[in-house]
Nanobody
């Protein structure tokens, strides 16, 4: 089983930056699983943001250029750097893990992931 724990959520002003962290533990090495970032607002489905699968990075089109996913392979942590934050980025942010998939298009679906963290709140004030 893979255990994930997010951290780094905070209250930030519009235009600011945050780096979210996802600590990955369990019977897995840093490259055994794909780790993705999603976010969710009340009443909405989880929205795909980015995924790191082996050394491949995929982003939601809407977030390209503002969000960057990266990894510390030694610590087995995955990060989401978020820049130029907007009030509409306010949400609970989750990291999730899945074994590497042959179809990369499947990474955008929350149902493709079998392990999830508890989430971290990001609030962007205007």
């Amino acid at each position: 089983q893979v255990h994930l724990e997010e951290s780094g959520g905070a209250l930030v002003q519009a235009g600011g930056s945050l780096r979210l962290s996802c600590a990955v533990s369990g019977r897995t090495g840093a490259y055994d699983y794909a780790v993705g970032w999603f976010r969710q607002t009340p009443g909405e489905e989880r929205e795909f943001l980015a995924v790191l699968a082996w050394n491949d990075r995929y982003y939601a089109e809407s977030q390209k250029g503002r969000f960057t996913i990266s990894r510390d392979a030694v610590k087995n942590w995955v990060y989401l750097q978020m820049n130029s934050l907007k009030p509409e980025d306010t949400a609970v942010y989750y990291c999730a893990a899945t074994p590497l998939l042959s179809n990369s298009a499947a990474y955008v679906r929350a149902t493709s992931y079998n392990s999830w963290g508890q989430g971290t709140q990001v609030t962007v004030s205007s």
